[in-house]
């Protein structure tokens, strides 16, 4: 099974009141840093609050409290066998945000979690930035990527997200999400977005080194955001931000905000 599958997760998000209401479902990935396990997902998921124009976005003004997450239990490790197993965790504690978010907040759609690590080694998760990956691969424009989600809920088999093809639209800029040409759905935001490259790497212009990787070399490189538009038939565009924003968040750690405050 491809390891960055095992990096992914299917998030549902909820407000616990009297009973749960479910407001919306996404997807999310681990990460780790400092030895600390941490779920990387988008801003707009975990507030319920759209991170371009600070509207709710569920249709009565739901804002979720609850965290579902759906790990991934090995059941038998001969025949490969994966099956779900969710845990909830609260959103907020003492009425703060649980989640560490971008010094941008709302300007950077993307936020990590930090989770106990003693929880993660019960599943079969991986955290994405330890799976092996061709660190050297630079992200260019037109080079193909996949998105990996949940789209419109559905799941592949033994609980693994759908391989959406793309392609990258726009040439890379510092600070600047991509933007990823692919017919997105709902469902996929939070989603990691992977680079591949297939056939000869390493070559420095058009001249051989010697040192050349004859195959195919992929790469975390973006977390997903969403369509740009509301038209799913329109020109088909998403925006994914850079990798690099998770180094910020997690180095500066700045604090989660209620996002009506």
Same mark, same amino acid.
């Given at each position: 099974m491809q390891k960055f599958s095992m990096a992914v997760a299917k998030i549902e998000m909820f407000r616990q009141a009297e009973g749960l209401l479910?407001?919306?479902?996404?997807? @999310?990935?681990?990460? +780790? *840093?400092?030895? +600390? !396990?941490? /779920?990387?997902?988008?801003?707009?998921? &975990?507030?319920? &609050?759209? @991170? &371009?124009?600070?509207?709710?976005?569920? *249709? #009565?003004? /739901? =804002?979720?409290? /609850? =965290? %579902?997450?759906?790990?991934? #239990? =090995?059941?038998? @490790?001969?025949?490969?066998? !994966? %099956? *779900? #197993?969710? %845990?909830? !965790?609260p959103l907020y504690c003492k009425n703060e945000p649980v989640w560490l978010e971008h010094s941008k907040r709302s300007g950077v759609d993307v936020v990590a979690i930090p989770l106990f690590v003693s929880e993660f080694e019960n599943f079969a998760n991986e955290c994405i930035n330890t799976i092996d990956q061709e660190a050297g691969l630079e992200v260019a424009a037109g080079m193909d990527c996949y998105i990996l989600g949940f789209p419109e809920n559905l799941i592949g088999a033994a609980n693994t997200p759908i391989w959406k093809r793309g392609s990258i639209a726009s040439e890379p800029y510092q600070q600047h999400p991509y933007f990823i040409d692919s017919a997105t759905r709902k469902g996929m935001s939070g989603a990691p977005v992977i680079a591949r490259h297939t056939g000869i790497f390493g070559m420095k212009g058009q001249t051989m080194t010697g040192n050349e990787i004859i195959g195919t070399v992929e790469k975390f490189i973006a977390i997903y955001s969403g369509r740009v538009g509301d038209d799913e038939l329109g020109f088909q565009l998403g925006t994914a931000w850079q990798a690099n924003v998770l180094d910020d968040i997690l180095s500066v750690k700045t604090p989660g905000k209620h996002p009506l405050l």
């Open positions: 479910l407001g919306g479902t996404g997807t @999310a990935f681990f990460y +780790k *840093s400092d030895n +600390k !396990i941490f /779920l990387v997902t988008n801003w707009h998921n &975990v507030t319920g &609050v759209n @991170a &371009v124009t600070g509207k709710t976005i569920h *249709s #009565q003004g /739901l =804002l979720p409290n /609850l =965290l %579902r997450i759906h790990y991934k #239990q =090995l059941v038998d @490790a001969d025949k490969k066998m !994966i %099956r *779900s #197993q969710h %845990r909830d !965790i």
